[in-house]
């Protein structure tokens, strides 16, 4: 048995992550003793300003990694002793490995939704897709759905500068691909093909609708990122409307697969995994 694998994750208002039984579980499975702590800024009464506290206490108290999340995927990034490939490209972290008492930012949010993606909607039209939201969830996502193929990205945010950076530099990344800041949500779906939704919107605590439900129609896809509730309004919208849909668990479970195999130098298996995340509920 290995011993002194100690992760977390830090981020607000994260009482309801699945993170602790997935990677904890399947660490059991497979041998190794893990210890998964939540640090939540919410709990602690502190904000981003916190980072470089919390990131040196998880160096000293020989964290092996950590999952970030909102609202810190971003802002923790200047923070860390190195960043990878990828998660330079999207412009966001959601998994930092210590080892060697350095840190090194990852990102598995963009492998962990095109993993959902595959299996929730294996043959999605790709030509239309609109992305609302630009934080760091949606520079992940945005990022995997053109790599998956999405000839049309039309990003929208409340803070417009924010959808605007994000279309720049995803625009520059994937040369050939229209990539744009959505003006009008309603007359981006009029014509899309797909929705991705990455706003807090629906989550727990976060209660309600992004968008007008009478905007929705069959022809359209539906993939929500949230997973606290597993079925969001949206999706329940979306069902009622005839969409096809693809629930936040699948992003989840893709993206905790990535992080175990980060953590531990081991792979997770996907369908026991996936079969946990689904046994709670």
Not at 13 to 32: K, T, V
Not at 179 to 208: F, N, W, Y
Not at 228 to 246: F, N, Q
């Amino acid at each position: 048995m290995k011993h002194g694998i100690l992760c977390g994750l830090i981020g607000a208002g994260i009482q309801g992550s699945r993170s602790p039984a997935l990677q904890q579980a399947e660490a059991r499975a497979q041998g190794l003793e893990l210890v998964y702590k939540l640090i939540d800024l919410e709990k602690l009464g502190v904000g981003v300003e916190a980072l470089p506290r919390l990131l040196d206490d998880a160096v000293r108290e020989g964290y092996s990694g950590l999952n970030i999340t909102f609202p810190c995927k971003q802002a923790v990034m200047p923070l860390l002793n190195g960043i990878s490939g990828e998660a330079r490209a999207i412009g966001a972290v959601n998994t930092v490995v210590i080892a060697g008492g350095k840190s090194t930012g990852h990102n598995t949010d963009a492998s962990g939704w095109a993993w959902g993606f595959r299996r929730a909607l294996p043959n999605a039209d790709l030509s239309r897709v609109v992305l609302l939201g630009a934080g760091g969830a949606g520079a992940a996502v945005g990022y995997a759905a053109l790599e998956l193929g999405v000839r049309e990205l039309s990003i929208l945010d409340v803070d417009r500068s924010r959808a605007a950076a994000l279309a720049s530099r995803l625009g520059a990344q994937f040369m050939g691909r229209k990539v744009v800041q959505g003006r009008d949500l309603k007359a981006e779906l009029h014509s899309a093909a797909g929705l991705i939704h990455c706003t807090p919107t629906g989550m727990a605590g976060h209660a309600g609708m992004p968008l007008d439900e009478k905007l929705l129609r069959p022809a359209i896809w539906v993939s929500d990122i949230v997973y606290v509730p597993l079925e969001t309004e949206l999706l329940k919208a979306a069902k009622r409307a005839g969409c096809k849909v693809m629930d936040g668990g699948h992003m989840n479970v893709g993206q905790a697969i990535g992080g175990f195999r980060l953590f531990t130098g081991r792979e997770a298996d996907p369908a026991r995994m996936d079969k946990h995340f689904r046994s709670l509920g």
